[in-house]
């Protein structure tokens, strides 16, 4: 036998658990995608491809007073250099940065086409132009005095910033939004003089309460306006706990016109909101009928925003109006406050609106410092420079006979006047021009001007104080640049309190009109302009057929009893339109598979039903108890394993129109049939009234259950449908009993059909 050859296992190969090699590669990309994607920095309010975007602009010289530049080449640059990652991602950033709708301060300046608030997106990179505007040159001033740490770029012949030197509280003014594994962020933007006003405090009292800094921090100033409206309160918690909601409406005005007319006129959106399809949503509301207070919607916006509303008539009432299309449309939107960010450990955390304020106090000490440092080595340096020229001044004689007799003059310098290699090489690289008299003035002027800067800065890098004072300086100066006294700066979005509560009838939300609502057996349901007589021509699937017909208006909601004992509620005006097949039911509301609607009704709160189960149990129910507000249905009819709803059917007199059955004198009778076709018959008032339960029995069987019930008057007679004829009995005392009797067969020439008295 041949033996096996014994397979060698290279020594770069490890054995490890496929769960421990899994976790261990989601948890390292978990963390990149947290900490270099999607979350920013609590300190410049950057993320890493933003942060890059500017650098490589900086370096690219594409300042403000600048000219521009393609942004294809800055994208080129900064996929090249520094972020690893497809080109159209950041471009996409790049234009984010440049569009003044969707950043309140932006940091990028272009030129063509950045795309607009309809939804358009921005011309291809070759064809766009940018440079960084004083916003996005403020971020970065201090990047040449290492106010903070570079680190290698990707593939390490490069280096870039960790953080920016943030001369503006970004991560606040400009806010951030982004979703990372198992976490998200979305911080909404505000107003920067606001927020400088609020650090101007904080430094001057630490320990603020949230709500003093509310006091100047109100809410968000989205770049798009419109009118926040939410009460202080709720707007004290957001903050509080970084977390929270924040309700956002578009800004309108009312114009009049002649002959006592007046259109809406809507001039600002809400944030993040594309016009081009709020207006789509709300011409698909109106063909959809449920705007019935709106004629028409026109679109005059320019390079400002300006919506026209048409009302249908002079007499409609402005603020109805647009309280149903803040409910139907993104007129009105709800901002989710969540300061998720990194803090200066690079550790993902929720701040509260001190925390991120304080995070940002805390680095500009550290840039101070830094520069301080930075700028006192300079002056050292320089300095000890200065010395070694005042000493050639005044030996100017001996050391100029040095230079000329001596082949290696340094060292013979350093020795005879006790300099530093810096200084002798300094004075060798002196020129004849500088050894005039006013230049050794001007070299005594500025040896004293960089001592006083010297003593100044010692003493603010041992004082906390004193560096706190520059700080609130700076912030000052930042006030300046862009507060609310500058046109960039001014507030946009009003703030207002929480709107009181307008009610709008929902027969005013849906245009009212006749319709005729069509259930087939297997589940299908459609609504059907106008009230259709003959519903006998109506087409359905293969196999389906007719189960109810039931004339109704748009405004209206149909009640559905299920063989599952439930109730379900579903608003016309939700229904599909009458062509075609409709539209499963199931869609609609959560109805289990193994049940089938029993019936449908139109719903009248005063209406009550006879709900019968398939062992012959049931009682009465008002139909406001069964009306359902989700698509769970309400419980109505308890069951045991194996038993059914059976039979749902309306009272006659206890509702007004719109149902045939409802007419005559009050019912004082029920009629019920098993599937033995034994009848009884016996007085309505023995069956109790109930919101839910099993009910009491109603009729006994030896074998099988019930098959139908109905609930009439006696003196009129019992009626049933015999094919596609209705029979009347009058002569019943043959039949009347008392509740929970067997019954006997029915009378001759009754009908044969499972359910004689539903048709």
């Known amino acids: 036998m041949a033996k096996t050859p014994v397979v060698q296992k290279p020594d770069t190969i490890r054995e490890t658990p496929l769960a421990d090699a899994l976790g261990e590669r989601y948890l390292a990309y978990a963390l990149s995608t947290i900490v270099s994607r999607s979350l920013p920095d609590v300190r410049d309010g950057l993320k890493p491809v933003h942060r890059r975007l500017l650098y490589a602009m900086r370096l690219l010289k594409l300042d403000p007073a600048g000219g521009f530049k393609k942004c294809a080449r800055v994208v080129g640059d900064v996929m090249g250099k520094f972020h690893p990652h497809g080109d159209a991602s950041i471009y996409d950033a790049m234009v984010r940065l440049a569009q003044e709708f969707a950043v309140r301060y932006p940091l990028v300046e272009g030129q063509g086409n950045f795309g607009n608030i309809d939804g358009d997106n921005a011309a291809a990179m070759r064809y766009t132009e940018a440079k960084l505007t004083p916003f996005a040159q403020a971020i970065m001033d201090g990047l040449d005095e290492d106010a903070v740490d570079l680190r290698p770029t990707y593939d390490g012949e490069e280096s870039e910033p960790v953080v920016m030197p943030s001369a503006v509280p970004n991560l606040l ?159 009105e939107t709800r901002f989710g406050l969540n300061m998720n960010v990194l803090d200066a450990d690079g550790i993902p955390k929720v701040m509260d609106l001190r925390g991120v304020l304080q995070a940002y106090l805390d680095h500009r000490q550290v840039v101070l410092v830094r520069r301080s440092k930075h700028r006192l080595a300079h002056i050292v340096h320089r300095l000890e420079m200065l010395d070694g020229y005042l000493i050639a001044y005044l030996n100017l004689d001996a050391v100029i006979h040095i230079i000329r007799t001596e082949d290696e003059p340094k060292p013979k310098l350093m020795k005879r006047f006790n300099l530093t290699d810096g200084q002798a090489e300094g004075i060798l690289n002196m020129r004849l021009r500088s050894l005039r008299k006013l230049e050794e003035m001007e ?9 006083d800067e010297q003593k100044e800065l010692n003493a603010l890098l041992k004082s906390e104080g004193k560096r706190w004072q520059v700080i609130a300086d700076q912030v000052k100066e930042a006030k300046a640049k862009f507060g609310q006294k500058t046109p960039l700066g001014k507030r946009r979005t009003e703030l207002s309190d929480a709107p009181t509560a307008v009610i709008v009838p929902i027969e005013q939300l849906v245009e009212k009109e006749p319709v005729t609502v069509v259930l087939s057996a297997k589940g299908w349901i459609r609504a059907m302009k106008g009230h259709k007589d003959d519903v ?82 049931g009682f009465i129910v008002p139909a406001e108890q069964v009306f359902a507000q989700t698509k769970n249905g309400k419980q109505c009819l308890s069951l045991d394993d194996g038993e059914k709803g059976r039979v749902c059917t309306p009272i006659p007199g206890t509702s007004g129109a719109g149902d045939d059955l409802l007419t005559g004198k009050p019912a004082d009778s029920i009629a019920i049939i098993g599937e033995n076709r034994k009848l009884l018959i016996f007085p309505l008032k023995e069956v109790p009234e109930m919101g839910r339960g099993r009910g009491v029995i109603l009729q006994r069987y030896k074998d099988g259950g019930a098959a139908d019930a109905k609930v009439f008057t006696l003196k009129e007679g019992l009626t049933w449908k015999s094919g596609d004829r209705e029979r009347t009995e009058t002569d019943l005392k043959d039949w009347v009993g008392e509740r929970a009797q067997a019954g006997r067969l029915p009378p001759k020439g009754f009908s044969r059909e499972d359910r004689p008295f539903s048709g």
Not at 443 to 451: D, G, M, N, V, W
């Open 536 to 617: 006998g021509d109506l087409k359905f699937k293969e196999g389906d057929a007719l189960l109810a017909a039931v004339k109704a208006q748009s405004t209206d909601k149909m009640l559905l009893f299920a063989t599952d004992g439930r109730f379900y509620t579903i608003a016309v005006d939700r229904m599909p339109q009458g062509r075609g097949f409709g539209e499963p039911i199931r869609l609609m509301v959560d109805l289990p598979n193994d049940a089938d609607i029993v019936g449908m009704w139109t719903y009248a709160r005063e209406q009550k039903f006879l709900v019968v189960s398939s062992i012959g149990r």
């Open 173 to 331: 003014a400009n806010g951030s939004s982004g979703i990372a594994v198992g976490m998200a962020t979305n911080i909404p933007p505000h107003n920067l003089g606001e927020l400088c006003d609020a650090l101007l405090h904080l430094i001057k009292t630490p320990k603020a309460q949230i709500a003093t800094l509310i006091d100047m921090v109100p809410g968000p100033d989205f770049p798009t306006g419109g009118v926040l409206v939410e009460n202080r309160e709720t707007i004290v918690e957001a903050y509080r706990t970084g977390r929270g909601s924040l309700r956002l409406r578009a800004r309108w005005v009312e114009e009049k016109l002649d002959r006592g007319q007046y259109q809406i006129v809507i001039t600002e959106i809400p944030y993040q909101v594309q016009k081009a399809k709020l207006i789509e949503r709300i011409a698909a509301l109106m063909e959809e009928k449920k705007l019935p207070f709106l004629a028409d919607i026109r679109d005059e916006s320019t390079e400002t925003v300006r919506i026209v509303l048409e009302p249908k008539s002079r007499t409609v009432d402005a603020v109805q109006l647009m309280e149903q299309l803040f409910r139907q449309t993104d007129l």
């Open 443 to 451: 070299i005594r002027t500025e040896h004293k001007k960089l001592s």
